[in-house]
């Protein structure tokens, strides 16, 4: 497949490096000021070189990306809020033109599931989006072979970052503010790490699934979200000497989305440690599965990208 690849962070320029492992060729990538387009394949190397020494894929229009030759749009750009643009424009662009679409980008389809959807049924073209929740770990996937209408609900720890400075907190007795400006240190959360510590990120991915499960209708602002900035660290002292911790934890329940701080088990399944994520997911007949892994990465969500590609063929 050829591929055409918006957005060149962690997870588009993780998709461009494997590609080839998987058996497909970059025709086109952008960043936010350029982009690389060759119709017979880029030398992946080469560009992103040019972007580490230039700050830029290329010379061309970013935009240009999505006139290019290409049998699959990658949605890689940064998520936003509210309208989700630029990321629903590409994906509109690349309908339009019957092309198929895989997104890492959350925001299309956890604040416009319902307008994508109508474009994708004009459209010979398909929308794939497991890498938008759960980075390396098939959420979405083992939603559609169970059959949405056999789960029952879906609960999990779903941000890397919240679940990082929770379990330092809980394992060093430190408080919010020493544990985030480590995770800082050590790359685990961003400069600004809102996104993530205010429950907004791990919201967005409970949207997402409940877009799937229910057929579309929700946006974040149908989500009731908390974070994590205010509980402080005696809490998870108090909450050991019960046996328990508290992780951010996300719920899909009784068409409801729910995002906050919850106490755990201290040895249960949903007491993950560090940036692992973990998803529930209970079902009809089969009870109740648990899926676990690396919910966020370059590479790792790399992987679901290119799982999904391969599901296009």
Do not use: W
Request: a negative charge.
């Amino acid at each position: 497949m050829k591929l055409a690849i918006m957005g060149c962070g962690a997870v588009g320029t993780s998709v461009a490096e494997l590609a080839g492992e998987y058996g497909h060729t970059v025709t086109a990538i952008s960043d936010s000021t350029g982009a690389a387009i060759d119709s017979t394949g880029l030398d992946i190397e080469t560009v992103l070189s040019e972007k580490r020494s230039s700050g830029t894929v290329g010379e061309n229009d970013p935009n240009s990306a999505l006139e290019s030759e290409y049998d699959v749009l990658i949605e890689a750009t940064p998520t936003t809020l509210n309208d989700a643009e630029p990321g629903y424009s590409h994906v509109v662009g690349a309908l339009e033109r019957d092309r198929h679409i895989v997104l890492a980008n959350k925001g299309p389809v956890a604040e416009r599931y319902d307008d994508l959807r109508e474009h994708e049924t004009e459209s010979d073209g398909r929308v794939l989006f497991d890498a938008a929740v759960g980075g390396a770990i098939p959420v979405l996937t083992t939603i559609d072979n169970l059959g949405r209408d056999n789960v029952t609900a879906v609960r999990g720890v779903l941000n890397g970052t919240a679940n990082f400075i929770l379990s330092r907190m809980g394992a060093e007795g430190l408080d919010y503010e020493h544990v985030l400006a480590e995770a800082q240190d050590l790359g685990v959360a961003e400069t600004d790490p809102t996104f993530d510590v205010d429950g907004t990120d791990a919201a967005l991915k409970c949207v997402i699934l409940a877009n799937v499960l229910f057929d579309g209708g929700y946006a974040l602002s149908d989500a009731s979200v908390d974070g994590i900035q205010d509980i402080p660290g005696p809490a998870l002292h108090l909450a050991a000497e019960d046996g328990r911790t508290i992780r951010l934890i996300g719920e899909v329940i009784n068409e409801e989305v729910r995002i906050g701080p919850r106490l755990v088990p201290d040895n249960g399944t949903l007491a993950v440690s560090g940036t692992q994520n973990i998803v529930q997911i209970e079902t009809e007949h089969a009870g109740r599965l648990n899926i676990s892994g690396r919910g966020a990465g370059g590479p790792e969500t790399a992987t679901a990208v290119l799982a999904d590609i391969g599901r296009l063929e």
